[in-house]
T-cell receptor, first 116, second 112 residues
Framework: EPEVTQTPSHQVTQMGQEVILRCVPI?????FYWYRQILGQKVEFLVS????????KSEIFDDQFSVERPDGSNFTLKIRSTKLEDSAMYFC??????????????FGPGTRLLVL | QKEVEQNSGPLSVPEGAIASLNCTYS??????FFWYRQYSGKSPELIMS????GDKEDGRFTAQLNKASQYVSLLIRDSQPSDSATYLC????????????FGTGTKLQVIP
């Protein structure tokens, strides 16, 4: 069964450093998302991406964040200068195109980011 | 006002019983509704999706949607200890490719 994959599974970084979180969405999916979940809190939307551009972003997704689809398979989230409060589990998700009757977003296993 | 609201629990049920999980949402234009299961430290795993009013059954799981009341529920029959997890209600507020908004989740404990 196709699945979303994410690397690394864990990332520890120093405050102020840049991190890049990587995702490989399901191959025929066209819509991509990043969510995060701070420990003990709910899953929060960060950004959605379609046709090589951001389609929606939340207030969390400020200038320190960026997303990119550098090739036909990878989807990345970059945090330019990490803060302590960026420590969270980051989930990538993807979904099929509309009209297929399948609207579910499928989640990857997550990257646990710890900023020290 | 919270967009998706769930009782955080924990909801404790004995093994073999029916677990009933509830969720309300605030935006009437919501179109797609999902129940995800999340084990501690893991990613959300889809249990059920429902788009139309009424019931939808899949094995031991039944999702119920009432758009007039802005209410969606999940019933788990014959609950098993392995069902112990946090159940996340999620709503696609605008349809299409837009974001999914999650509730805080209800922690379910199935007691052997």
């Amino acid at each position: 069964e196709p699945e979303v994959t994410q690397t690394p599974s864990h990332q520890v970084t120093q405050m102020g450093q840049e991190v890049i979180l990587r995702c490989v969405p399901i191959s025929n999916h066209l819509y991509f998302y990043w969510y995060r979940q701070i420990l003990g809190q709910k899953v929060e939307f960060l950004v959605s991406f379609y046709n090589n551009e951001i389609s929606e972003k939340s207030e969390i997704f400020d200038d320190q964040f960026s997303v990119e689809r550098p090739d036909g398979s990878n989807f990345t989230l970059k945090i330019r200068s990490t803060k302590l409060e960026d420590s969270a589990m980051y989930f990538c998700a993807s979904r099929d195109s509309p009209g297929t009757g399948e609207e579910t977003q499928y989640f990857g296993p997550g990257t646990r980011l710890l900023v020290l | 006002q919270k967009e998706v609201e769930q009782n955080s629990g924990p909801l404790s049920v004995p093994e073999g019983a029916i677990a009933s999980l509830n969720c309300t949402y605030s935006d009437r234009v919501s179109q797609s509704f999902f129940w995800y299961r999340q084990y501690s430290g893991k990613s959300p795993e889809l249990i059920m999706s429902i788009y139309s009013n009424g019931d939808k059954e899949d094995g031991r799981f039944t999702a119920q949607l009432n758009k007039a009341s802005q209410y969606v529920s999940l019933l788990i029959r014959d609950s098993q200890p392995s069902d112990s997890a946090t159940y996340l209600c999620a709503v696609n507020l605008w349809g299409g490719y837009q974001k999914v908004t999650f509730g805080t989740g209800t922690k379910l404990q199935v007691i052997p």
